[in-house]
C-alpha cells in the first residue's frame, strides 16, 4: 500500500523523502502507518527499478543531502498496475488498500473507477452477509455492541459506495448524451 500511495503522490508533483512522508502522513494516516524505516529502502527500490527518478540533490547545513523525486513513466504503468490489482488479502487491509485508491481516483479514466468501485461494492456485499451471520451466534452485550458497529459502519460504507458508483454512472451517461449530439 505504501508502494501505490508514493507513487501515486508522486504523480502529483515531485517531492523529497520528508514531505513524502509528510503528505503520506496527512492525507493517508487513516489507510496506512508511515515511518522513516520503511520509506527511505521503498524510495531507494523504486529508483533502482525506474519507477522513480532523482529530480534534484539539495545540499543541506544540518545533514545529508535532500534527494527530491519524480515518477517516471514505468513509475506511472506500475501505479496503475497496482491500482488496478485486487490482491487476496484481510478485510482491514483491502479497506485500507481500497481507500488509497479512491484518493487517487482523479488520475484514472471513468470505467477503471466503476470497476474499482462496483468491485469493493461486491467485497462490502459479502462481508455485510457474513457479518450478520456471525451476529446471530454472540450471547456477550459487549460483543454484540462492537458487532453492531461493525455492521452500521460497513452499512453506511456500501451506501457510500452506491452513492459513488451513482455518480460515475450519471457522468457516463451525461458523457454519452454529449457526444451523441
Known sequence: MLELATLGLLQCEPLHGYRLKQQLELFMSSSISVNYGAIY?????????????TLSTDQ???GPNRKTYCI????????????MEHPQ???????????IKYFFFGNLE???????????????????TSVELEQ???????????WQHCLGV????????????????????????RMKI
Not at 529502502?41 to 527518478?53: F, S, T, V
Not at 517516471?72 to 491500482?83: D, L, P
Not at 488479502?89 to 481507500?99: A, D, G, I, P, Q
Request: proline share 3%; net charge positive.
Open 41 to 53: 529502502p521503498l524510495l531507494k527500490r523504486l529508483e533502482e527499478r525506474g519507477e522513480i527518478a
Open 60 to 62: 543541506t547545513e544540518a
Open 72 to 83: 517516471t513513466a514505468k513509475g506511472r504503468q506500475r501505479w496503475h498496475q497496482k491500482m
Open 89 to 99: 488479502e484481510s478485510w482491514v487491509n483491502s479497506r485500507s488498500r481500497f481507500f
Open 110 to 128: 471513468e470505467p477503471e473507477r466503476i470497476k474499482l468501485l462496483e468491485n469493493r461494492l461486491s467485497f462490502c456485499q459479502l462481508r455485510l
Open 136 to 146: 446471530l451466534k454472540l450471547t456477550d452485550p459487549y460483543q454484540i455492541e462492537v
Open 154 to 177: 460497513l452499512t453506511k460504507e456500501i451506501q457510500w459506495l452506491e452513492e459513488q458508483l451513482a455518480k460515475e454512472q450519471e457522468q457516463r451517461r451525461s458523457s454519452e448524451q
